[in-house]
């Protein structure tokens, strides 16, 4: 056997939220076959598997996984043209730097986001006005029914709001071992956020626009930083809602000033933020340990030996008196892992 299987592994360390219990089995993977190995380890000890990437999109139970968690570390770029291949355990925000510095546009509004390349898909991971589906070619990935590897075009992989094959259909299936982006040499930067317009003006070189975003990022606290308590989060929280346009109808007679969208499916979509501060919260909301960021009411924050019960105990409030106030359901966007 090539793969190491360490026991009892706290998980806390592994997330940006700094919360979770153990892992009864803890297994890192550097290849494809290790991966192979460490699912037929799991599969032989019939136990449940959570495959962990960069930690910043879950919520791990205080009691930790009573299984095997394994930690995807899968390394390497390929790069043709504007044809990037990138391998699932690389640092998200280290391959958008990458592109910005060989000029090739169409993910430097998605700067300073945390977490793995291979997760991106999964969430359909967006921020600024840009959506990761935009410009993902197709998705490789181990299917764990059969052990064989399939790859995905973009269109197979059903992307949505949040939303993909992935996180919403064949959930657990797949473990995702690369992402191909065709990206656009030389080309424009995507600058469709009012916030970001304001911010750049007229410039639109790359890397000012990735700039621009994580100077944004970091004055919501959306940027990890150990000295800055408000980045021990899972970010976002909470997904803006989406409705119908018989469901605005109505609440637009509970809230006529609400900041609304429309989507591409005729929904259209609410701030959740505003949801959230409307309702009675104001940044820096304490809840325990737990609380909200004091730049950003979407981020529910670790103050400090935070348990995951706490998290969960402020998220149902938030959930409550919003839904008591506008009618409208507010979801979470993190995995919670462990919970029964």
């Known amino acids: 056997m090539s793969i190491q299987i360490e026991r009892d592994v706290p998980l806390a360390p592994f997330t940006t939220i700094g919360i979770g219990g153990p892992a009864r089995f803890f297994i890192h993977v550097t290849s ?4 192979r190995e460490a699912l037929a380890y799991a599969a ?3 136990q449940p598997v959570f495959i962990l990437g960069g930690g910043s999109n879950l919520l791990i139970a205080d009691e930790g996984f009573d299984g095997v968690v394994i930690r995807i570390d899968l390394r390497g770029i390929e790069a043709r043209d504007g044809v990037v291949r990138v391998a699932a355990g690389e640092p998200w925000d280290d391959f958008v730097a990458l592109a910005v510095a060989r000029d090739l546009a169409g993910i430097e509004c998605l700067s300073g986001i945390p977490g793995l390349a291979g997760a991106t898909p999964i969430q359909n991971v967006g921020a600024y006005g840009q959506d990761v589906s935009e410009t993902i070619d197709r998705v490789e990935a181990l299917d764990r029914t059969t052990g064989g590897i399939v790859e995905f075009t973009n269109g197979q992989c059903r992307f949505g709001y949040r939303s993909s094959l992935f996180k919403n259909i064949e959930k657990d299936r797949y473990v995702i071992l690369s992402v191909t982006f065709r990206l656009t040499p030389g ?3 995507s600058v469709r956020y009012p916030e970001l317009q304001k911010y750049l003006g007229d ?10 975003v994580i100077a944004i990022r970091r004055r ?3 940027v990890l930083d150990p000295s800055d308590a408000d980045t021990r989060s899972d970010g976002s929280f909470f997904m803006n809602p989406l409705i119908t346009a018989a469901e605005y109808e109505s609440f637009a007679k509970l809230a006529p000033d609400a900041p609304h969208y429309p ?3 005729g929904t259209v979509k609410l701030s959740a933020a505003w949801l959230i501060e409307h309702a009675g919260f104001q940044k820096g909301f304490v809840h325990g340990n737990a609380g909200l960021s004091s730049k950003h009411t979407l981020a529910v924050i670790n ?11 402020l998220v149902r409030l938030v959930q409550e008196r919003v839904r008591a106030a506008f009618a409208v359901d507010i979801h979470p966007e993190p995995n919670f892992i462990g919970f029964c």
Do not use: C, P, Q, S
């Open 32 to 35: 494809v076959d290790e991966l």
């Open 44 to 46: 032989h000890e019939r």
């Open 187 to 189: 080309g424009a930067a």
């Open 203 to 212: 410039e639109r070189a790359l890397d000012k626009v990735r700039e621009a």
């Open 220 to 222: 919501k606290g959306m």
């Open 263 to 265: 989507a591409n499916d």
């Open 303 to 313: 103050r400090g030996n935070a348990t995951a019960g706490e998290v969960i105990d």
